[in-house]
């Protein structure tokens, strides 16, 4: 790929670059494909200033990604060992994810890349105030932070009704507070519960691609449960929270139907427009 000349580079705003330092020099130029793809490949090459300026470029460089619909498997994959050489070295114990039967919630927030673009560097705030809101939910309910990335967060639950809990507290938070420029910020959750493989300090196997899969199929603000977690959840749901049938769908790349349910509860969103699914009945 050709490099880009001075002119080139001048020409470009700041919100192209993933990294700008302190005294203004830019680097990991991703104002398009191409130059995304280059940025991932090169990213852990890069002398960031310290650790928030690494994070902040990652996030930028993430949701460039996510704008040119690249998925940047090698990339979050080589970040999860980046990030665990850097626990061992400064002495951290990993945490003890659970192993066996869990209940999985993920969210993503809707339309993140317009609410990047109107907030340009505010939507570092931003994130980290929905962050800090979906990892004290998590812990206050004895659930497990396994993943947070970009706008896309991660979390295991020993207990059903947990999940269910957290995910109703985030909604119900969400929907409460007052964010900048009087902006709206919705977030999709997905919760499945099923035998994932651990893997280090993270999971693998098709539990969590269901998982993935009904968070993205939900609209901003609305919960979605599979039947799987239905059945986990007999006899510990608590008390005004329901599970709505919304009937059997086709979720993208997995084999059969899933029964999708929506958490309707005192405080939440109840009308949305019809998930992205095939139907099946």
């Not at 398009?32 to 930028?60: I, M, S, T, Y």
């Not at 340009?120 to 705030?125: A, F, L, M």
């Not at 985030?170 to 994932?196: F, K, N, T």
């Not at 059997?248 to 509860?265: N, W």
């Amino acid at each position: 790929m050709a490099r880009l000349d001075a002119t080139e580079r001048a020409d470009l705003p700041n919100s192209a670059f993933a990294y700008v330092d302190s005294r203004g020099r830019r680097g990991l130029p991703i104002h398009d494909a191409r130059h995304v793809r280059n940025a991932l490949a090169r990213f852990n090459q890069v002398a960031f200033e310290d650790e928030r300026a690494r994070e902040r470029a990652r996030e930028r460089l993430l949701n460039a990604a996510k704008k040119y619909r690249i998925v940047p498997v090698g990339f979050i994959a080589g970040q999860l060992r980046t990030e665990r050489e850097l626990g061992q070295a400064q002495g951290r114990a990993p945490v003890q994810l659970p192993s066996g039967f869990v209940t999985m919630l993920m969210t993503d927030i809707e339309g993140s890349t317009l609410l990047v673009h109107r907030l340009g560097d505010g939507y570092r705030e931003l994130i980290d105030g929905v962050r800090a809101l979906h990892r004290h939910a998590t812990v206050s309910a004895d659930g497990y932070v396994v993943d947070a990335r970009a706008d896309e967060f991660f979390a295991v639950f020993e207990c059903p009704r947990s999940a269910l809990d957290t995910a109703v507290a985030i909604q119900r938070q969400l929907g409460g507070r007052s964010w900048a420029e009087d902006l709206e910020v919705r977030v999709r959750i997905g919760i499945h519960s099923g035998y994932p493989t651990l893997a280090e300090e993270n999971y693998i196997g098709m539990a969590v691609h269901t998982t993935a899969r009904v968070c993205a199929v939900a609209n901003g603000s609305q919960i979605l449960v599979t039947g799987d977690m239905r059945e986990a959840m007999r006899g510990s749901r608590a008390d005004g929270v329901r599970l709505r049938s919304l009937g059997q769908h086709r979720l993208r790349g997995l084999p059969d139907a899933v029964p999708l349910f929506q958490v309707t509860a005192k405080g939440l969103v109840t009308r949305f427009p019809p998930t992205r699914t095939s139907l099946s009945r």
